[in-house]
């Protein structure tokens, strides 16, 4: 691919350069650890990777972080699967958390805002006591360090109390978002037995109330390791029998007592989606989360106590853990409960405008959803406060990036991030001193030795290849939730290219050092060996405004031949018409390439999602080779079942 992007769409400042967190620490590493104080990022970068121990003792004393007991080393093993961080320190992620309380106790730590109300907040000291308060109401129902504490809760601060509760004692928390059904919740918690429930009594999303009391019952009666159930009251109903009441737990007035664990000390389980069997449940570590959470967002995010940190998420996503964790750097965090789009598409700009937003966090779809909706951010909203506007969970477009600089302001710095559940934070993206290219990420992170591999581990430059880690992060999983022997994990990760993280994306790093992002690998679109990663397709086509969304999938046939067919969900009044299908067709053919034309283009009632939010392709790929439904998908893991059916109907006409 070209990568000769003739100018940048957006450079900081000479003075926002020199004012970023990440100039400071490098100057500040050059004196204290031998960075390179000159060649700017790409220098600390090459120094991060090639001085591993060295960059990550420099990251916990610049944040001070407060080990209990002392580390032995920086990295003990670093074989991947497998290495050890840090042995013999302890430490306390909730402690982190919840150290501004000490200098800024009145200023808010959390921003609430549902779809009814302006912003309430919380202050630090408040929080701090909530915390302590739930904390040695837990140590009181017997909950000790290593017990699982799960909640079926939305973006609430009840939410962000629990887990710093539970963190507090050293259990390990759990969560998902009160839209998931019972099914999908028990095959996420059943793995990991939890010893309490933190449970609403419904939602409100869109509009409407959803009532949730059925689903909390058929949770406590398959949940047989459940202590305590907690209610908490969000549409104003009565405890259910046996339950305890939220208030109840949190209303003393006490200090909240850290229990100092070791570094690598489970924090919290993450589920992946978990398209086909059990979703994995992916453990992270008090102190590899800590030290990851604090390079990302107080260097790569440059947050900090004047910031005010909002990322559209449920707690279904790791990114509500990355949220939560904007606490660490002293940053107040906005939490929204609600839908992205109600009462209008604009409803994410309303927010970070009642809320004074520095950083604003969303998905590539819901730009692009604004940009066709024909949302004026900066006409309609007071966005002035507004530094960066970073997305996830897919590729974000170009005509994305033109939209943000467009429509919100030319000065604003955009940030396409890339990581996965499988890490709780990003192997590449938001660099504040760098620029932005259009369709680019800035760069991989610090400490983050990011390559693309062709199949035979030869890194590549401007080529699209395989997404490789070749060193250790402190954010990888310590070991996944019932893997004794530790095969799952490592199939999931080591397999192909032993000793060496691949992620499963196809990715072209730039000769300029930026990263471009294709889409997952495992569902490559290889047309007469040209491999092209579906996201392209769908930044192609999706432009067409009848195309609300699409899917592609490739199949190889038995006969050696390939079946690339395109699905389309078309916008309200389109019509797949002749006229729409040759536009289609040569909007691909033109912008991508010949080979990629797909064979059929089908019209869809809709598009299937993991509960994240994510297209299904894997899955779909196996109903149209013939599996049968149950076989190819975990239904619980899908947002809408009936919406596969249309495809497993689709393979059974053409067998």
């Given at each position: 691919?070209?990568?000769?992007?003739?100018?940048?769409?957006?450079?900081?400042?000479?003075?926002?350069?020199?004012?970023?967190?990440?100039?400071?620490?490098?100057?500040?590493?050059?004196?204290?650890?031998?960075?390179?104080?000159?060649?700017?990022?790409?220098?600390?970068?090459?120094?991060?990777?090639?001085?591993?121990?060295?960059?990550?003792?420099?990251?916990?004393?610049?944040?001070?972080?407060?080990?209990?007991?002392?580390?032995?080393?920086?990295?003990?093993?670093?074989?991947?699967?497998?290495?050890?961080?840090?042995?013999?320190?302890?430490?306390?992620?909730?402690?982190?958390?919840?150290?501004?309380?000490?200098?800024?106790?009145?200023?808010?730590?959390?921003?609430?805002?549902?779809?009814?109300?302006?912003?309430?907040?919380?202050?630090?000291?408040?929080?701090?006591?909530?915390?302590?308060?739930?904390?040695?109401?837990?140590?009181?129902?017997?909950?000790?360090?290593?017990?699982?504490?799960?909640?079926?809760l939305p973006n609430v601060?009840?939410?962000?109390?629990?887990?710093?509760?539970?963190?507090?004692?050293?259990?390990?928390?759990?969560?998902?978002?009160?839209?998931?059904?019972?099914?999908?919740?028990?095959?996420?918690?059943?793995?990991?037995?939890?010893?309490?429930?933190?449970?609403?009594?419904?939602?409100?999303?869109?509009?409407?109330?959803?009532?949730?009391?059925?689903?909390?019952?058929?949770?406590?009666?398959?949940?047989?390791?459940?202590?305590?159930?907690?209610?908490?009251?969000?549409?104003?109903?009565?405890?259910?029998?046996?339950?305890?009441?939220?208030?109840?737990?949190?209303?003393?007035?006490?200090?909240?007592?850290?229990?100092?664990?070791?570094?690598?000390?489970?924090?919290?389980?993450?589920?992946?989606?978990?398209?086909?069997?059990?979703?994995?449940?992916?453990?992270?570590?008090?102190?590899?989360?800590?030290?990851?959470?604090?390079?990302?967002?107080?260097?790569?995010?440059?947050?900090?106590?004047?910031?005010?940190?909002?990322?559209?998420?449920?707690?279904?996503?790791?990114?509500?853990?990355?949220?939560?964790?904007?606490?660490?750097?002293?940053?107040?965090?906005?939490?929204?409960?609600?839908?992205?789009?109600?009462?209008?598409?604009?409803?994410?700009?309303?927010i970070a405008e009642h809320?004074?937003?520095?950083?604003?966090g969303t998905s590539a779809?819901?730009?692009?959803?604004?940009?066709?909706?024909?949302?004026?951010?900066?006409?309609?909203?007071?966005?002035?406060?507004?530094?960066?506007?970073?997305?996830?969970?897919?590729?974000?477009?170009?005509?994305?990036?033109?939209?943000?600089?467009?429509?919100?302001?030319?000065?604003?710095?955009?940030?396409?991030?890339?990581?996965?559940?499988?890490?709780?934070?990003?192997?590449?993206?938001?660099?504040?001193?760098?620029?932005?290219?259009?369709?680019?990420?800035?760069?991989?992170?610090?400490?983050?030795?990011?390559?693309?591999?062709?199949?035979?581990?030869?890194?590549?430059?401007?080529?699209?290849?395989?997404?490789?880690?070749?060193?250790?992060?402190?954010?990888?999983?310590?070991?996944?939730?019932?893997?004794?022997?530790?095969?799952?994990?490592?199939?999931?990760?080591?397999?192909?290219?032993?000793?060496?993280?691949?992620?499963?994306?196809?990715?072209?790093?730039?000769?300029?050092?930026?990263?471009?992002?294709?889409?997952?690998?495992?569902?490559?679109?290889?047309?007469?060996?040209?491999?092209?990663?579906?996201?392209?397709?769908?930044?192609?086509?999706?432009?067409?405004?009848?195309?609300?969304?699409?899917?592609?999938?490739?199949?190889?046939?038995?006969?050696?031949?390939?079946?690339?067919?395109?699905?389309?969900?078309?916008?309200?009044?389109?019509?797949?018409?002749?006229?729409?299908?040759?536009?289609?067709?040569?909007?691909?053919?033109?912008?991508?390439?010949?080979?990629?034309?797909?064979?059929?283009?089908?019209?869809?009632?809709?598009?299937?999602?993991?509960?994240?939010?994510?297209?299904?392709?894997?899955?779909?790929?196996?109903?149209?080779?013939?599996?049968?439904?149950?076989?190819?998908?975990?239904?619980?893991?899908?947002?809408?079942?009936?919406?596969?059916?249309?495809?497993?109907?689709?393979?059974?006409?053409?067998?």
């Amino acid at each position: 691919m070209s990568t000769a992007n003739p100018s940048p769409l957006w450079q900081p400042t000479e003075e926002r350069i020199a004012q970023a967190q990440i100039t400071k620490f490098q100057a500040w590493a050059a004196e204290q650890h031998g960075a390179p104080a000159d060649g700017g990022y790409a220098a600390l970068h090459r120094w991060s990777v090639d001085e591993l121990d060295t960059f990550w003792k420099a990251v916990t004393e610049w944040f001070d972080v407060h080990f209990s007991t002392p580390y032995a080393r920086v990295l003990g093993d670093r074989s991947m699967p497998g290495a050890e961080w840090f042995p013999g320190a302890t430490l306390n992620y909730a402690e982190h958390a919840l150290r501004a309380s000490q200098t800024r106790a009145d200023e808010p730590a959390l921003l609430y805002v549902d779809e009814t109300q302006e912003p309430v907040g919380v202050t630090w000291s408040e929080l701090r006591r909530q915390v302590g308060s739930l904390a040695a109401e837990l140590r009181a129902l017997g909950v000790r360090p290593g017990d699982r504490v799960s909640g079926y809760l939305p973006n609430v601060p009840q939410a962000v109390v629990a887990l710093l509760a539970t963190a507090a004692v050293g259990g390990v928390w759990t969560s998902c978002a009160p839209d998931f059904g019972a099914r999908s919740v028990l095959d996420r918690f059943q793995q990991v037995e939890p010893v309490v429930l933190f449970t609403v009594d419904g939602y409100r999303y869109g509009g409407k109330e959803h009532d949730r009391r059925d689903t909390v019952a058929e949770l406590r009666s398959e949940l047989p390791t459940l202590r305590a159930v907690v209610h908490i009251p969000l549409l104003g109903t009565q405890a259910p029998d046996g339950a305890l009441e939220w208030s109840a737990l949190t209303s003393a007035d006490v200090e909240p007592v850290f229990e100092q664990v070791p570094f690598d000390h489970p924090l919290w389980v993450l589920y992946s989606s978990g398209t086909t069997g059990l979703p994995k449940a992916i453990v992270q570590s008090q102190g590899g989360i800590l030290v990851e959470h604090l390079k990302q967002l107080g260097l790569h995010c440059d947050l900090g106590p004047e910031d005010r940190f909002f990322w559209y998420t449920s707690t279904g996503w790791m990114m509500w853990n990355f949220l939560v964790s904007g606490l660490l750097t002293g940053t107040t965090i906005v939490l929204y409960d609600g839908s992205p789009g109600y009462p209008d598409t604009g409803a994410q700009w309303r927010i970070a405008e009642h809320t004074g937003a520095t950083f604003f966090g969303t998905s590539a779809a819901y730009v692009m959803a604004c940009r066709k909706a024909g949302v004026h951010p900066s006409r309609d909203f007071d966005l002035a406060r507004v530094q960066c506007v970073a997305t996830t969970g897919s590729p974000l477009p170009p005509d994305g990036f033109r939209w943000l600089h467009d429509e919100v302001r030319d000065g604003l710095w955009i940030a396409s991030v890339s990581g996965g559940t499988d890490v709780c934070s990003c192997f590449a993206g938001a660099v504040p001193t760098l620029p932005v290219y259009i369709g680019e990420l800035q760069a991989p992170g610090l400490g983050t030795d990011l390559q693309s591999w062709d199949p035979s581990g030869k890194p590549l430059t401007d080529e699209v290849g395989e997404l490789v880690v070749t060193n250790p992060m402190p954010s990888m999983p310590i070991h996944f939730w019932n893997d004794p022997d530790g095969s799952r994990y490592h199939d999931s990760y080591f397999d192909t290219y032993p000793g060496v993280w691949r992620h499963g994306d196809w990715i072209t790093v730039t000769s300029r050092g930026s990263v471009v992002i294709h889409g997952r690998s495992d569902s490559t679109l290889n047309r007469q060996g040209v491999r092209m990663g579906s996201a392209d397709i769908y930044e192609a086509v999706e432009r067409l405004p009848e195309i609300k969304e699409s899917l592609v999938i490739g199949i190889e046939q038995p006969d050696g031949g390939y079946w690339m067919p395109l699905f389309v969900h078309l916008a309200p009044g389109a019509v797949l018409d002749e006229a729409l299908l040759s536009r289609i067709k040569q909007t691909i053919r033109d912008q991508l390439s010949p080979r990629h034309v797909p064979d059929e283009v089908i019209e869809v009632p809709g598009v299937p999602h993991t509960l994240t939010g994510k297209r299904i392709e894997v899955p779909v790929k196996r109903l149209l080779q013939g599996a049968s439904l149950e076989k190819a998908v975990n239904v619980g893991s899908v947002d809408n079942v009936e919406l596969l059916r249309f495809y497993e109907d689709l393979a059974r006409k053409r067998a």
